[in-house]
């Protein structure tokens, strides 16, 4: 059963008020029996209140305690968990880039521009993403993008199209599957040597 009853959602839900705080926007989300509500304040800044069950507490780095009546909380935060990011997972990722690839084309030839845009945008983020799992990086917001070497982020820069143009689109899909590519080469170096030729020539294709 869930951690959190209704009401205790409710409440935490509640935990700032517009009389408390100058709130131009909040909203609640969860990620899994953790609540977090975000808070925008007339000054912009962000103010972010989350509320986890004790038995679900841990601690990943340095922390500081203000108030722990019972000592449970302390106790965790002296005994930070080591967090691992995950490995990438090459096989499933090459699946997701081809059909992009695919799509991306597709949608250009079709004359929905939009659409294709937003496929080849998934293509440049899967490979960032990739490359900063690669240097055992969390990619959840890519903290770490802007960290990642300059000859790994440069071949990306042709991807940032300025028109829908078709051939523009075209160069830029291309661009994005020779880079994936390249990412999944030092992965799984035979599965980049079977899927470069057929999406290529797809790229390269303008009728």
């Known amino acids: 059963m869930p951690l959190f009853t209704p009401e205790e959602r409710k409440r935490t839900a509640q935990s700032v008020s517009d009389d408390e705080l100058p709130v131009l926007h909040h909203f609640a989300t969860a990620f899994g029996e953790t609540l977090v509500r975000g808070f925008l304040l007339e ?36 005994a930070p968990v080591t967090w691992t990011p995950p490995s990438p997972e090459w096989v499933s990722e090459a699946g997701f ?21 937003w496929y080849l945008q998934r293509m440049r983020n899967r490979t960032l993403g990739l490359a900063q799992e690669r240097h055992m990086w969390t990619a959840d917001f890519f903290d770490r993008v802007d960290d990642l070497p300059d000859d790994e982020l440069e071949p990306l820069q042709p991807t940032l199209v300025a028109t829908l143009e078709p051939g523009m689109l075209l160069n830029a899909i291309e661009a994005a599957t020779r880079a994936f590519l390249e990412e999944l080469r030092r992965g799984d170096e035979n599965l980049a040597g079977r899927l470069e ?4 020539e797809l790229v390269r294709m303008r009728e």
Not at 107 to 114: D, E, F, K, N, S
Request: net charge positive; hydrophobic share 45%.
């Open 43 to 78: 000054n912009l800044l962000e103010l972010d209140l989350a509320s986890t069950h004790q038995s679900q507490l841990a601690v990943w780095g340095p922390a500081r305690i203000t108030f722990d009546r019972s000592g449970s909380s302390a106790a965790v935060a002296q």
């Open 97 to 117: 880039a081809w059909h992009d690839v695919l799509h991306a084309c597709a949608a250009v030839r079709r004359g929905r521009p939009w659409q294709s845009l």
């Open 197 to 200: 030729g057929p999406l290529l």
